[in-house]
């Protein structure tokens, strides 16, 4: 049964994890896509990493966080027993450490220039132009398109983009074991309505919600120290949004790191 996952970031520093995980995968899907125009969007998301990744505030932050988890899992070692599915601590601090340890070997600054290339500077700021990309006012991106091979240019897309993958991979792991630590429960909602009370003395960073891919319904979620509430919704024939009816079972989990 293939199953609707919906999260739900409660502060900013999730958000912007999300946000970075969901943008590789746009990265690593419009690699792989074997159509025209292709390059296009690889270029537009390549650039979108480089915005989202250059802030002299991330890799600091990522770092910290690294060094926080590594901690927690150290002292989960000796004083937590593993649940069902749940990962060994062990693994996580492995791979936290090699994280870092990436992390601190590289400089990427604000403003990341790809090292001068020109030409990826130049096809940066046309991006943003009206009209975008375009052969005509373009010629030396003319000739890059029409003379390479299909693997020649993702050979040239993951040079270009190979310091930026390691915020993949940090971002990855913090996600993994936000994921990982969490309270799991089955829940039902009633005409469309859920309300969940939860412990106004701890610190919760994600919501996330399972149910059943074909219902076409989709949640808007509210929450605050002392509960979740949850509304399930529907988009019309118009592309509406109208309140679903539906009695629906789903899980729902809240997780911290």
């Known amino acids: 049964m293939f199953m609707n996952i919906f999260e739900f970031p409660l502060n900013e520093r999730v958000r912007r994890l999300l946000r970075i995980e969901e943008i590789y995968q746009k990265f690593e899907h419009q690699l792989k896509n074997t159509h025209d125009y292709f390059e296009f969007g690889c270029f537009i998301t390549l650039f979108e990493i480089v915005q989202l990744v250059s802030r002299s ?49 590289i400089d990427v600054k604000p403003g990341f220039n790809f090292n001068n290339n020109l030409f990826l500077e130049e096809i940066k700021k046309r991006i943003s132009s009206p009209g975008g990309l375009l052969n005509v006012d373009f010629p030396s991106f003319q000739n890059w398109i029409t003379s390479k091979k299909r693997k020649s240019k993702l050979q040239d897309f993951k040079s270009w983009a190979q310091e930026l993958m390691i915020f993949q991979d940090a971002s990855s792991i913090i996600l993994l074991i936000l994921r990982n630590q969490c309270f799991k429960i089955s829940a039902k909602a009633k005409e469309g309505k859920y309300q969940q009370k939860i412990d106004p003395l701890k610190t919760f960073d994600l919501i996330r919600l399972e149910f059943e891919e074909d219902l076409n319904i989709y949640p808007e979620i509210s929450s605050n120290k002392y509960t979740i509430n949850i509304f399930f919704n529907q988009l019309n024939e118009k592309a509406k949004k109208e309140s679903s009816k539906l009695n629906l079972e789903f899980k729902l989990s809240v997780c911290w790191l």
Not at 78 to 95: A, N, R, V
């Open 57 to 105: 505030d991330v890799k600091i932050d990522f770092l910290q966080e690294l060094e926080r988890q590594e901690k927690k899992q150290i002292i989960f070692l000796d004083h937590q027993e593993l649940k069902e599915g749940q990962l060994d601590p062990k693994e996580f601090i492995s791979l936290i450490k090699m994280a870092r340890k990436k992390l601190e070997n």
